[in-house]
């Protein structure tokens, strides 16, 4: 039989077979997501070990790069149900009501976590909380294998005591249970809550957890125990965890200086900086002077205006051909008036679909993020940066940073002249 | 492009520089092959690179541990493999090779034995010696990264080589190979060992008895890292049972990272990966490079063959792989089976050249088109490629080919010289130039230490694609002078020749030879 016809989907611009003047199965656009069946992700670990920050920085990693991943908090849930928190006793181990509760609110995180990925096309699924029995791990597993998940733990290790009451102090005490607490309430508190769950505490082992998929965590990233990765995203996930870290840093994003395209309002190409442009890297070199910057590494795309950008500062700097701006293909370097009159369908699709839309014989959004992935990743291992790239990209980067969509994205503001710096703070 | 060596430096203080930098108007030019955007005052004081991020800082001695048949030597080679690839400088020193170049003649296990004093000092002679060369390779001959494979069992030995890396500023990573499996341990003697020029006059039988024994040797004072205790503060992985399981401990940067990321996607299940390129396309009838046209009618013909040609390979479980090119994606649709489309495996893009034959180019862009025969790897069109900027690519198909089983890649000319290259360990300088015709499939499979190749035309006529690297072509400068990163070479072909001359022919190393007093042998410590 004659092999299927091909169309060129309009909006990305990928060939499709048609069977009968229908979209067929079989082919699939690799974006970075393969997984087959969804994935759990479970959390353990005692109290203030970094499990809900592992969580969230996880999550919005994953959803950036296009697997959609949620979390689902079981202290959010207890929150909800028992309206008024009021001490440590509610986690003594013989509080018979207290553990009624706690289960509960479990099964309907559970509930909750099989709904987005059974019925709401999610991908992975992160379950916070101590899980710290073997009993619970094991209703948890059995409850994804029922439902088809692959189940992967990640357990966070760690005994240092002042890594412990730090995270106290950027988590715990603004924590909604401890509004009407003073600090040192709080922490007393807290520290009483730990070792409810102390005695109950059974780690993940050689022995007893050979046949689980998990990665332990010691000590905020010194070691790590990688047991039976089972497929990409596990692989993914690993790589992930294993290369961020939590020493305090500063990231500055900012365009290259205004280029003389931008002066005729034409998009891409490669120009040098215009008069003003000029003017922002003089400007640009003496903000990095004042911010007295530890061991700045700067960035820069290998494109003219960018690199132009970067020589006034006077320090070295690494140039990326992966930060380069999005290639506009057959529009590159016309104006917006030119597209619209010379490709008014393509310019109506990428209203349509920014995120999605590829130029003709260009790129998209979507491609970019594919593109910019290890950037986020050694971004992830550095200590201070400054990433001077373009318009475009900057979006990119900075969605993911603060955890913005893919509808947003496109639309996320990075005017020139200005520089974006990003602080981590809290789970942020 | 401004040659390292050129005497025009210009030492400038931090301070004068950035005054002088404010007053300058920035100019910058783009460098004729590479399309590089560099200062123009020819000499920059400030270190740059282009494709990435700086790899590696001090150079690295990668580590090997375990007992033998654990795998080391397949680890350290295909690592190696993958680093120089990847554009990281890399070669393996292998002691046991230094060995048998010191001592002509293996006779049995009774070398091993740790009683054995005179066989004891060769060895250790033989590891200084490699260290030896390993430090000229990672300070004088650009070399980035070391992987010194041998058994390194004992706190002692790998606290010397701690010291000598300390003395030299190098970084340390150990690797080592942990593995109880007597069926897996069994396997590799038999995949690698039996083979090896130690059994050259065995049988097999014998050579497994004996490889065995010489294992026992090793077992009463085998040290395994200690990651929780002892070695706390070194940087290792401990890889258990092949991969099921990793220890990893202080990944101090980058490359150690991406080191990591790359042993915990290998994996040693036979299975066979097939390259070929899609079926002759219209434009390639008409010599045009680049774009995206259909199959030709011949091209169509193929890519039924094609279909014939898996369903005889009888295979469990094929994956299919595309580019996002229509041409590739016809002939997938032609096999039936369900194919993933990536953009990575588009082809090179000519940029500005895009959708010319050759003709063209030579007249339109005259100076563009000897360029690229100057130096095809490192040349980029016009807003387009290069070879170099393919391979930073497809490394994420690399990692995922590793972690899969039967491949199938249908891609395009220049991207599967890229990933040949890879697999058969060709440098930059052969890859633009490695054969990959239409309507051919190359069926790679994991073999020992490497990998088989076994070409197989499909008999449907097509165009010749192929230009050979033409005669009058200047070579461009040594890739070793390059400043900029990604560069791959074929791994080193191992050091062997023993800077330890003077005791070939008198060591006894038998003990059916013990009266033997063996000759002076210098005691030379690395560093001295």
């Given at each position: 039989?004659p092999a299927?016809?091909?169309?060129?989907?309009?909006?990305?611009?990928?060939?499709?077979?048609?069977?009968n003047?229908?979209?067929?199965?079989?082919?699939?656009?690799?974006?970075?997501?393969?997984?087959?069946?969804?994935t759990?992700?479970?959390?353990?670990?005692?109290?203030?070990?970094?499990k809900?920050?592992?969580?969230?920085?996880?999550?919005?990693?994953?959803?950036?790069i296009?697997?959609?991943?949620?979390?689902f908090n079981?202290?959010?849930?207890?929150?909800d149900?028992?309206?008024?928190?009021?001490?440590?006793?509610?986690?003594?181990?013989?509080?018979?009501?207290?553990?009624?509760?706690?289960?509960?609110?479990a099964l309907?995180?559970?509930n909750?976590?099989?709904?987005?990925?059974?019925e709401?096309?999610?991908?992975?699924?992160?379950?916070?909380?101590?899980?710290?029995?073997?009993?619970?791990?094991?209703?948890?597993?059995?409850?994804?294998?029922?439902?088809?998940?692959?189940?992967?733990?990640?357990?966070?290790?760690?005994?240092d005591?002042?890594?412990?009451a730090?995270?106290?102090?950027?988590?715990?005490?603004?924590?909604?249970?401890?509004?009407?607490?003073?600090?040192?309430?709080?922490?007393?508190?807290?520290?009483?809550?730990?070792?409810?769950?102390?005695?109950?505490?059974?780690?993940?082992?050689?022995?007893?957890?050979?046949?689980?998929?998990?990665?332990?965590?010691?000590?905020?990233?010194?070691?790590y125990?990688?047991?039976?990765?089972?497929?990409?995203?596990?692989?993914?996930?690993?790589?992930?965890?294993?290369?961020?870290?939590?020493?305090?840093?500063?990231i500055?994003?900012?365009?290259?200086?205004?280029?003389?395209?931008?002066?005729?309002?034409r998009?891409?190409?490669?120009?040098?900086?215009?008069?003003?442009?000029?003017?922002?890297?003089?400007?640009?070199?003496?903000?990095?002077?004042?911010?007295?910057?530890?061991?700045?590494?700067?960035?820069?795309?290998?494109?003219?205006?960018?690199?132009?950008t970067?020589?006034?500062?006077?320090?070295?700097?690494?140039?990326?051909?992966?930060?380069?701006?999005?290639?506009?293909?057959?529009?590159?370097e016309?104006?917006?008036?030119?597209?619209?009159?010379?490709?008014?369908?393509?310019?109506?699709?990428?209203?349509?679909?920014?995120?999605?839309?590829?130029?003709?014989?260009g790129?998209?959004?979507?491609?970019l993020?594919?593109?910019?992935?290890?950037?986020?990743?050694?971004?992830?291992?550095?200590?201070?940066v400054?990433?001077?790239?373009?318009q475009?990209?900057?979006?990119?980067?900075?969605a993911?940073?603060?955890?913005?969509?893919?509808e947003?994205?496109?639309?996320?503001?990075?005017?020139l002249?200005?520089?974006?710096?990003?602080?981590?703070?809290?789970?942020? | 492009?401004?040659s390292?060596?050129?005497?025009?430096?210009?030492?400038?203080?931090?301070e004068?520089?950035?005054?002088?930098?404010?007053?300058?108007?920035?100019?910058?030019?783009?460098?004729?092959?590479?399309?590089?955007?560099?200062?123009?005052?020819?000499?920059?004081?400030?270190?740059?690179?282009?494709?990435g991020?700086?790899?590696?800082?001090?150079?690295?001695?990668?580590?090997?541990?375990?007992?033998?048949?654990?795998?080391k030597?397949?680890?350290?080679?295909k690592?190696?493999?993958?680093?120089?690839?990847?554009?990281?400088?890399?070669?393996?020193?292998?002691?046991?090779?230094?060995?048998?170049?010191?001592?002509?003649?293996?006779?049995?296990?009774?070398?091993?034995?740790?009683d054995?004093?005179?066989?004891?000092?060769?060895?250790?002679?033989?590891?200084?010696?490699?260290?030896?060369?390993?430090k000229?390779y990672?300070?004088?001959?650009?070399?980035?990264?070391?992987?010194?494979?041998?058994?390194?069992?004992?706190?002692?030995?790998?606290?010397?080589?701690?010291?000598?890396?300390k003395?030299?500023?190098?970084?340390?990573f150990?690797?080592?190979?942990?593995?109880?499996?007597?069926?897996?341990?069994?396997?590799?003697?038999?995949?690698?060992?039996l083979?090896?020029?130690?059994?050259?006059?065995?049988n097999?039988?014998?050579?497994?008895?004996?490889?065995?024994?010489?294992?026992?040797?090793?077992?009463?004072?085998?040290?395994?890292?200690?990651?929780?205790n002892?070695d706390?503060?070194?940087?290792?992985?401990?890889?258990?049972?092949?991969?099921?399981?990793?220890?990893v401990?202080?990944?101090?940067?980058?490359?150690?990272?991406?080191?990591?990321?790359?042993?915990?996607?290998i994996?040693?299940?036979?299975?066979?990966?097939?390259?070929?390129?899609?079926?002759e396309?219209?434009?390639?009838?008409?010599?045009?490079?680049?774009?995206?046209?259909?199959?030709?009618?011949?091209?169509k013909?193929?890519?039924l063959?094609?279909?014939?040609?898996?369903?005889?390979?009888?295979?469990?479980?094929?994956?299919?792989?595309?580019?996002?090119?229509?041409r590739t994606?016809?002939?997938?649709?032609?096999?039936?089976?369900?194919?993933?489309?990536?953009?990575?495996?588009?082809?090179?893009?000519?940029?500005?050249c895009?959708?010319?034959?050759?003709?063209?180019?030579?007249?339109?862009?005259?100076?563009?088109f000897?360029?690229?025969?100057?130096?095809?790897?490192?040349?980029?069109?016009?807003?387009?490629?290069?070879?170099?900027?393919?391979?930073?690519?497809?490394?994420?198909?690399?990692?995922?080919?590793?972690?899969?089983?039967?491949?199938?890649?249908i891609?395009?000319?220049?991207?599967?010289r890229?990933?040949?290259?890879?697999?058969?360990?060709k440098?930059?300088?052969?890859?633009?130039?490695?054969k990959?015709?239409?309507?051919?499939?190359?069926?790679?499979?994991?073999?020992?230490?490497?990998?088989?190749?076994?070409?197989?035309?499909?008999?449907?006529?097509?165009?010749?694609?192929?230009?050979?690297?033409?005669e009058?072509?200047?070579?461009?400068?040594?890739?070793?002078?390059?400043r900029?990163?990604?560069?791959?070479?074929?791994?080193?072909e191992?050091?062997k020749?023993?800077?330890?001359?003077?005791?070939?022919e008198?060591?006894?190393?038998?003990?059916?030879?013990?009266?033997?007093?063996?000759?002076?042998?210098?005691?030379?410590?690395?560093?001295?």
């Open positions: 039989s299927r016809e091909l169309t060129q989907n309009p909006l990305q611009k990928t060939w499709e077979p048609y069977d003047g229908l979209p067929a199965g079989h082919s699939a656009q690799r974006g970075v997501c393969m997984t087959n069946c969804p759990l992700i479970v959390m353990v670990g005692l109290p203030a070990r970094g809900t920050y592992i969580s969230k920085k996880l999550t919005r990693y994953l959803n950036w296009g697997v959609p991943t949620k979390e079981v202290g959010q849930y207890r929150r149900l028992v309206k008024k928190y009021k001490s440590f006793e509610f986690f003594l181990p013989d509080n018979e009501e207290g553990l009624k509760i706690r289960k509960q609110c309907a995180a559970l909750d976590v099989r709904q987005y990925l059974s709401e096309n999610g991908h992975v699924a992160v379950f916070d909380a101590t899980n710290t029995t073997r009993e619970r791990r094991e209703t948890i597993y059995k409850f994804g294998e029922e439902n088809g998940y692959k189940t992967f733990f990640v357990e966070s290790v760690c005994v005591p002042e890594v412990i730090a995270n106290i102090v950027q988590v715990k005490l603004g924590s909604p249970d401890y509004v009407d607490c003073s600090n040192d309430e709080a922490t007393e508190d807290f520290m009483k809550r730990i070792e409810c769950y102390k005695n109950s505490y059974e780690t993940l082992d050689e022995s007893l957890d050979k046949d689980l998929s998990y990665i332990k965590i010691m000590d905020v990233g010194r070691s125990l990688v047991n039976r990765v089972m497929d990409h995203i596990q692989s993914r996930i690993v790589y992930y965890l294993m290369n961020i870290h939590v020493t305090p840093r500063s500055y994003l900012c365009r290259h200086g205004e280029s003389e395209l931008n002066l005729k309002g998009i891409g190409g490669d120009p040098g900086l215009s008069v003003r442009g000029k003017e922002f890297a003089k400007s640009l070199a003496q903000f990095i002077n004042e911010q007295n910057i530890k061991d700045l590494k700067v960035w820069t795309s290998q494109m003219k205006r960018t690199i132009q970067a020589e006034a500062l006077g320090v070295p700097y690494e140039q990326w051909k992966v930060l380069n701006e999005i290639d506009a293909g057959v529009c590159e016309m104006t917006y008036e030119e597209i619209q009159e010379n490709y008014p369908l393509e310019f109506a699709l990428r209203d349509q679909d920014k995120y999605r839309y590829r130029y003709p014989k790129e998209s959004y979507e491609d993020v594919q593109r910019l992935e290890p950037v986020i990743m050694e971004l992830e291992r550095q200590e201070n400054l990433v001077i790239c373009h475009a990209v900057m979006r990119c980067l900075l993911y940073f603060l955890d913005k969509p893919a947003q994205l496109p639309y996320l503001k990075c005017p002249h200005t520089v974006l710096k990003l602080t981590p703070v809290a789970y942020g | 492009f401004s390292l060596n050129s005497a025009k430096r210009i030492k400038v203080d931090a004068r520089k950035k005054t002088l930098l404010l007053k300058m108007p920035m100019e910058l030019t783009q460098s004729r092959i590479q399309k590089i955007w560099l200062p123009n005052d020819n000499r920059p004081a400030l270190p740059r690179r282009s494709c991020p700086q790899l590696a800082n001090s150079p690295t001695v990668i580590v090997m541990v375990g007992l033998p048949a654990r795998g030597t397949y680890i350290s080679k690592l190696t493999r993958y680093l120089n690839w990847i554009g990281v400088p890399t070669k393996v020193f292998n002691v046991g090779e230094y060995r048998r170049e010191a001592v002509k003649h293996y006779s049995s296990y009774d070398f091993f034995r740790p054995n004093e005179e066989a004891m000092k060769v060895r250790r002679q033989c590891a200084l010696a490699a260290l030896r060369d390993v000229l990672l300070t004088e001959e650009a070399g980035q990264i070391a992987v010194f494979d041998a058994t390194n069992t004992t706190r002692e030995r790998r606290g010397m080589i701690l010291n000598f890396a003395e030299n500023g190098f970084k340390v150990f690797i080592e190979s942990v593995c109880n499996d007597p069926t897996v341990v069994a396997t590799n003697v038999m995949e690698v060992k083979s090896s020029p130690d059994y050259r006059d065995c097999s039988t014998d050579a497994m008895e004996d490889f065995m024994k010489r294992i026992n040797c090793y077992q009463a004072s085998y040290q395994p890292l200690d990651p929780d002892y706390r503060e070194l940087s290792l992985i401990k890889v258990i049972d092949v991969g099921r399981r990793f220890l401990n202080r990944v101090q940067d980058h490359i150690q990272s991406r080191i990591v990321y790359y042993l915990m996607n994996h040693v299940q036979p299975r066979t990966i097939y390259l070929c390129r899609h079926g396309s219209e434009f390639n009838l008409k010599g045009k490079i680049g774009g995206d046209s259909g199959l030709s009618n011949r091209g013909k193929f890519a063959a094609l279909n014939k040609f898996v369903e005889e390979q009888n295979l469990k479980d094929l994956k299919v792989w595309t580019s996002q090119l229509k994606i016809q002939t997938a649709e032609a096999l039936q089976l369900p194919y993933e489309q990536w953009k990575a495996l588009n082809e090179i893009d000519a940029g500005v895009e959708e010319m034959t050759y003709e063209e180019i030579r007249e339109q862009h005259p100076e563009e000897a360029l690229r025969d100057q130096d095809k790897y490192y040349y980029r069109y016009p807003s387009g490629e290069s070879y170099q900027d393919l391979v930073q690519r497809l490394e994420p198909v690399i990692m995922e080919l590793e972690r899969q089983e039967n491949v199938l890649v891609c395009h000319q220049a991207v599967m890229c990933l040949l290259a890879y697999f058969l360990d440098s930059a300088d052969e890859m633009p130039y490695l990959c015709p239409l309507h051919t499939v190359l069926k790679l499979t994991p073999v020992a230490y490497g990998c088989r190749v076994e070409s197989i035309s499909l008999n449907i006529e097509a165009v010749n694609t192929h230009r050979e690297r033409p009058e072509a200047k070579k461009g400068p040594n890739p070793l002078m390059r900029n990163s990604v560069t791959p070479l074929a791994s080193p191992p050091t020749k023993p800077r330890i001359n003077s005791f070939e008198h060591v006894a190393v038998s003990s059916a030879l013990p009266g033997c007093v063996p000759q002076e042998v210098p005691t030379q410590m690395p560093g001295q």
